[in-house]
């Protein structure tokens, strides 16, 4: 089993993380769960991510791959998180 690692993190962080995911209007990612979602239960889920963050518990989800285009007619491949990390 992979050792976590703590993070240094106040409650008050992951919220004004939150607020800007939510400010931003992001999208979600692998999981499926969109803002809406996660809105329902905002405050538990914030609780249970600073705790896993706190104390070393906590490991980020796979990220959602989407391809953009540039302006050179290439793509770039474009990193999604999920609404939680």
């Known amino acids: 089993m992979k050792e976590g690692k ?3 993190i106040s409650q008050n962080e992951v919220l004004n993380a939150y607020k800007a995911i ?3 209007k992001g999208a979600g ?3 499926g769960i969109e803002l809406e979602e996660f809105d329902a239960n905002w405050k538990n889920k ?8 706190s104390s ?3 490991f980020p989800k796979p ?3 989407v391809e953009i285009p540039k302006k050179n007619g290439k793509k770039r491949l474009l990193g999604i998180p999920t609404i939680e990390d």
């Open 46 to 53: 914030l609780y249970v991510l600073w705790n896993r963050m």
């Open 6 to 8: 703590t993070f240094q």
């Open 63 to 65: 990220v959602r791959g």
């Open 56 to 58: 070393g518990c906590y």
């Open 22 to 24: 939510k400010a931003n």
């Open 29 to 31: 990612g692998i999981d």
